[in-house]
């Protein structure tokens, strides 16, 4: 029998997360005065636990024992030799992927929600707020939020509140009180409805909202909570690189090429990142951020600094964006429509340590449908702009006639997106993808604002 999977036993996993801050150089975020925050402006927002976190330049942090015990109900999650999408390419290359939708969500979001309600209740907060796209995060965090014992709001973009109900359901499930946004319990979002009734949402938006929740609780005991973006967050999320790298090591194998899907940038640092760090110490590995062209933050947007929300609540951020302001359209990869990409991210794609890749809607499909009739498990839309990548990677492994190892995150499952299959099916998807005047106008919202530095880290 031909091996399949790669397993770690739960005394194998990572005692500690690996932060990139300690490798790479960066622009400070900024206050609306212009001058770098200070760890006392963020503590209406975020518990001063997880501020530490965000600022520290430790390479290395201790999981805490709390945080292991709930992780473990899932990880360490398989790593998966993908044989019948390879025969399938009759690719030499060997295609390997972290699968993260083994996680009760279904997606990579709760590795960094379970530290987040672990730390905030360790802080003594009761409720927490938060927004969700495609709504994995927001069903992660009322799902971390039950294992702790506090209270989850989630402010959903009303496009994907309108076309996922089962998310919702999950996190009412788990006791998340989940609202379409924008909604009218915000000033934010009122004033988002007033500029369009008809909006189809943002995260922007959405994450302003949440916010302005958090920040208007009189009490003290409510704190936001970012699933993407933040450094704090991709630390949380490189135990997925870990255990792919232990994984690998296990079988002699080491990959040339690694893959995950961007649209905040969370699940792409959290199999990426300790690769990045082999690549800064001499390692010839190539590393692709994958997004969709309808959102095309990393590969048509520039590097400035800008709003990580819509309302402009947020610290302005070194980041490559297409706007605070900017509305994507309705595309079918929910958790890829956020309109700025993480700084670490952008960072190492300004550095050229990594290489950004856009994917059509369609052409995602396609590569999702034809790894589902191959390996039998059915993709996130998001996790499918990521297959596309991994197939054109195989293929030119093929053309080049070249033993590739190819490594990619399986960020999610699909089966609460099955109604966006269904309209892939019927032919009622299409292509969306911005002209150069949607991109400029929707960049004039930070004209104004200071310009980051172009900083090497070596």
Same mark, same amino acid.
């Given at each position: 029998?031909?091996?399949?999977?790669?397993?770690?036993?739960?005394?194998?996993?990572?005692?500690?997360?690996?932060?990139?801050?300690?490798?790479?150089?960066?622009?400070?975020?900024?206050?609306?005065?212009?001058?770098?925050?200070?760890?006392?402006?963020?503590?209406?927002?975020?518990?001063?636990?997880?501020?530490?976190?965000? %600022?520290?330049?430790?390479?290395?942090?201790?999981?805490?024992?709390? #945080?292991?015990?709930?992780?473990?109900?899932?990880?360490?999650?398989?790593? %998966?030799?993908?044989?019948?999408?390879?025969?399938?390419?009759? &690719?030499?290359?060997?295609?390997?992927?972290?699968?993260?939708?083994?996680?009760?969500?279904?997606?990579?979001?709760?590795?960094?929600?379970?530290?987040?309600?672990?730390?905030?209740?360790?802080?003594?907060?009761?409720?927490?707020?938060?927004? &969700?796209?495609?709504?994995?995060?927001?069903?992660?965090?009322?799902?971390? !939020?039950?294992?702790?014992?506090?209270?989850?709001?989630?402010?959903?973009?009303?496009?994907?509140?309108?076309?996922?109900?089962?998310?919702?359901?999950?996190?009412?499930?788990?006791?998340?009180? !989940?609202?379409?946004?924008?909604?009218?319990?915000?000033?934010?979002?009122?004033?988002?409805?007033?500029?369009?009734?008809?909006?189809?949402?943002?995260?922007?938006?959405?994450?302003?909202?949440?916010?302005?929740?958090? #920040?208007?609780?009189?009490?003290?005991?409510?704190?936001?909570?970012?699933?993407?973006?933040?450094?704090?967050?991709?630390?949380?999320?490189?135990?997925?690189?870990?255990?792919?790298?232990?994984?690998?090591?296990?079988?002699?194998?080491?990959?040339?090429?690694?893959?995950?899907?961007?649209?905040?940038?969370?699940?792409?640092? +959290?199999?990426?990142?300790?690769? #990045?760090?082999?690549?800064?110490?001499?390692?010839?590995?190539?590393?692709?951020?994958?997004?969709?062209?309808? !959102?095309?933050?990393? &590969?048509?947007?520039?590097?400035?600094?800008?709003?990580?929300?819509?309302?402009?609540?947020?610290?302005?951020?070194?980041?490559?964006?297409?706007?605070?302001?900017?509305?994507?359209?309705?595309?079918?990869?929910?958790?890829?429509?956020?309109?700025?990409?993480?700084?670490?991210?952008?960072?190492?794609?300004?550095?050229?340590?990594?290489?950004?890749?856009?994917?059509?809607?369609?052409?995602?499909?396609?590569?999702?449908?034809?790894?589902?009739?191959?390996?039998?498990?059915?993709?996130?839309?998001?996790?499918?702009?990521?297959?596309?990548? #991994?197939?054109?990677?195989?293929?030119?492994?093929?053309?080049?006639?070249?033993?590739?190892?190819?490594?990619?995150?399986?960020? +999610?499952?699909?089966?609460?997106?099955?109604?966006?299959?269904?309209?892939?099916?019927? +032919?009622?998807?299409?292509?969306?993808?911005?002209?150069?005047?949607?991109?400029?106008?929707?960049?004039?919202?930070?004209?104004?604002?200071?310009?980051?530095?172009?900083?090497?880290?070596?």
């Amino acid at each position: 029998m031909e091996l399949k999977k790669v397993l770690l036993d739960e005394t194998e996993m990572p005692r500690q997360w690996y932060n990139i801050l300690a490798d790479i150089k960066m622009n400070p975020p900024l206050g609306p005065d212009g001058n770098p925050v200070t760890p006392d402006s963020l503590a209406p927002v975020f518990p001063m636990n997880l501020i530490e976190q965000e %600022v520290s330049t430790e390479r290395w942090i201790d999981i805490p024992e709390p #945080v292991m015990d709930v992780l473990t109900l899932w990880r360490p999650s398989p790593l %998966v030799r993908a044989r019948a999408l390879e025969k399938l390419l009759d &690719t030499p290359a060997r295609i390997y992927f972290k699968d993260e939708s083994v996680s009760p969500p279904g997606s990579h979001k709760p590795n960094t929600a379970i530290p987040q309600a672990y730390y905030n209740k360790m802080f003594g907060i009761k409720h927490m707020t938060t927004e &969700t796209g495609a709504g994995q995060w927001g069903s992660a965090l009322s799902f971390a !939020c039950s294992q702790f014992g506090i209270q989850c709001k989630v402010f959903m973009v009303r496009v994907s509140f309108d076309q996922k109900p089962y998310r919702k359901l999950m996190m009412e499930t788990w006791g998340g009180d !989940c609202i379409a946004s924008p909604s009218n319990l915000t000033r934010a979002g009122r004033d988002a409805l007033e500029r369009d009734p008809d909006t189809p949402g943002s995260l922007g938006i959405a994450i302003s909202e949440a916010i302005e929740a958090a #920040v208007g609780d009189t009490t003290g005991k409510t704190r936001y909570s970012l699933g993407s973006v933040l450094n704090h967050v991709m630390l949380h999320q490189t135990i997925i690189g870990l255990e792919a790298r232990k994984q690998m090591e296990k079988i002699g194998e080491y990959p040339d090429i690694v893959i995950g899907c961007a649209g905040g940038g969370s699940n792409f640092a +959290g199999i990426a990142f300790p690769f #990045v760090l082999d690549k800064m110490n001499g390692k010839d590995i190539k590393i692709y951020p994958v997004e969709p062209a309808a !959102c095309p933050t990393m &590969t048509r947007a520039p590097f400035v600094y800008d709003h990580g929300d819509t309302a402009r609540y947020t610290p302005m951020l070194p980041m490559h964006s297409l706007g605070h302001a900017f509305v994507p359209p309705p595309f079918h990869a929910g958790g890829l429509r956020y309109h700025g990409m993480a700084p670490t991210v952008s960072q190492l794609i300004v550095e050229g340590i990594v290489e950004a890749r856009s994917v059509s809607q369609l052409s995602a499909y396609e590569a999702g449908i034809k790894t589902a009739r191959s390996e039998g498990r059915i993709p996130a839309p998001e996790t499918t702009h990521a297959i596309a990548c #991994v197939i054109e990677e195989a293929l030119k492994a093929k053309e080049e006639g070249k033993e590739k190892v190819i490594l990619f995150n399986w960020s +999610g499952h699909g089966l609460l997106d099955l109604g966006a299959y269904d309209k892939f099916f019927s +032919g009622k998807l299409k292509n969306y993808e911005l002209s150069d005047e949607e991109i400029k106008q929707s960049e004039k919202v930070y004209e104004s604002f200071p310009k980051p530095q172009v900083l090497k880290s070596r």
